[in-house]
């Protein structure tokens, strides 16, 4: 189940070669630039300095995408963070992120109920879920005294009440969807494009051929905080076979049923709530549940790996949260100046950030109090330093499948980072009486499913709010990239 990727002591992932240079690019420069744009607020501003006053570590309080000018959203109902998420060799990432996908994975809190010609066995995820004769010998269950949650994320749309789709006909859904309940039958088929949150506060039924259909780069995660039906030949994910694709997460206590002859290709994490398979129903992928009670010809093909290999990745440990908090953020208006160009609210100039080359070849960036803007804007108002201020930048890169590509970031500010639009790093400031405390989140691209032929964009948005230190430390293996190519540069002003 190991990893061939490996890391530090400290934590920082360290890539056995840093991707390899864009074309026309001398590999190995001493220093990458990217360029960003430093927004000036003054102290009386109602979201920072006198403010913030005391504020736990956040999570959730924004969305999980950017808007339509590319900006994060804030939509509040954000948690505390108590303990963070972490990956399998003890890196904190996103809350949102943690997943359960191991090899072998059977997890429950007690002995599985099994009867009349029903079957437990594995398969190899490498070979995909068609080849029946390649099935491999059934895996120990994993007992446990309580199945770990996760948190249930905040959809910004409205809530769309009771969800039918029972026609012979094609519906796409490539938004977060807020529903009451959500039922497809007769041979409907959802198309999912994107990645996608559904959020069923009641029941999820599917049934009479029809069909969740996770496209090419797609991924569906749905909340369901009742029962779960799949039944009558219904099919879910059956076209990529690929069981990270869809993620069903339980929050209730009733069952998740998977009946009479549906298939469903996903994983299930089901803390509270049993998973009843029968009568010839056909489940690939991963189960974290309460019990499992299989009947009646009823068929458990875990998904395993023949060969461990980079994109392998062990359990997560998932974040416990606390309290509501909205991380000193007063609303969706006051957030919305953060990173626009907002006359007499704030000024702004544009600023490099200078990354230096490491031993590993990795490239990364630190100081042990990013002020950037000392005595420039609206200067110092109190203190010796300019505190008060926002920074945002956005670098394109490539993307190598399982070659461990990560990007690293950690400070005693608000900062969350998007690839593609979507929420990859969420760490909003954590002060005490004024003083800020240090975190950091990394992100492994492996885990975001990204098409390999196609650029990627990766942008960052940091908020310095308190009067305190402040380091901001970055750290990355892959190309950096402004307009095509990285920016080269001699030295850096805060490498």
């Known amino acids: 189940m190991m990893k061939s990727t490996k890391r530090t002591a400290l934590g920082l992932l360290v890539a056995a070669a840093v991707t390899a240079a864009p074309s026309g690019v001398l590999a190995q420069p001493e220093y990458i630039s990217v360029s960003g744009i430093v927004r000036d607020f003054r102290e009386a501003h109602v979201d920072f300095e ?14 999980l995408y950017v808007d339509q000018d590319g900006k994060p959203v804030f939509i509040g109902g954000g948690q505390a963070v108590v303990n963070p998420a972490l ?76 969800l039918l789709y029972s026609n012979d006909d094609h519906t796409t859904f490539d938004q977060d969807v807020l529903c009451d309940s959500l039922t497809i039958e007769n041979k409907h088929v959802i198309h999912i494009e994107g990645e996608v949150v559904i959020h069923v506060k009641g029941d999820f039924n599917s049934s009479n051929f029809a069909k969740i259909q996770i496209e090419p ?9 009742g029962g779960v039906v799949m039944e009558e030949y219904s099919k879910i994910n059956m076209e990529t076979g690929d069981h990270t694709r869809f993620k069903l997460v339980s929050y209730g206590t009733d069952p998740i ?23 010839s129903g056909e489940f690939f992928g991963v189960i974290a549940a309460e019990s499992l009670d299989m009947s009646n010809n ?22 416990n949260m606390g309290e509501g908090s909205n991380g000193g953020i007063q609303s969706r208006s006051s957030f919305s100046t953060w990173f626009r160009d907002v006359p007499g609210t704030n000024i702004g100039l544009r600023e490099l950030l200078t990354m230096r080359r490491q031993p590993d070849g990795s490239y990364a960036f630190f100081n042990a109090d990013y002020t950037p803007i000392d005595g420039d804007l609206f200067r110092n108002e109190s203190g010796e ?9 956005s670098a394109e890169f490539d993307y190598s499948e399982c070659q461990g590509q990560f990007f690293e970031i950690g400070g005693a500010a608000d900062i969350w980072v998007f690839i593609d639009g979507f929420l990859v790093v969420d760490l909003g400031a954590s002060v005490t009486n004024g003083m800020a405390t240090p975190h950091r989140q990394v992100i492994e691209f492996d885990r975001l499913g990204m098409d390999p032929t196609v650029r990627h964009t990766l942008q960052l948005f940091y908020a310095q709010r308190s009067p305190a230190d402040s380091p901001l430390v970055m750290r990355t293996n892959v190309w950096l990239m402004t307009n095509g190519a990285p920016m080269l540069s001699d030295s850096g002003k805060y490498d």
Request: hydrophobic content about 40%; overall charge negative; glycine content about 10%.
């Open 298 to 319: 009823a068929e458990l093909h875990i998904a395993a790996a023949g060969t461990p290999g980079e994109c392998d990745f062990g359990w997560d440990e998932f974040a």
């Open 385 to 393: 330093h300019n505190r008060n201020f926002t920074f945002e930048m």
């Open 257 to 279: 049923q998977i009946d009479n002859n549906a298939l469903v290709v996903g994983s299930i994490i089901a803390p509270n709530a049993p998973v009843e398979i029968s009568n």
């Open 87 to 162: 990956n399998y060799y003890g890196q904190p990432i996103a809350p949102h992120l943690a997943q359960i996908q191991p090899e072998g994975a059977l997890m429950l809190t007690g002995a599985p109920d099994m009867s009349v010609n029903s079957s437990i066995d594995a398969y190899d995820i490498t070979q995909g879920i068609d080849g029946k004769g390649e099935f491999l010998p059934a895996p120990e269950p994993d007992y446990v005294a309580e199945i770990p949650t996760i948190p249930v994320p905040t959809i910004s749309s409205p809530n769309q009440g009771d």
């Open 50 to 63: 006198k403010s913030v006053g005391s504020q736990p570590l956040t999570a959730g309080n924004i969305g």
């Open 217 to 225: 780069g797609a991924r569906l995660t749905m909340f369901v905080g």
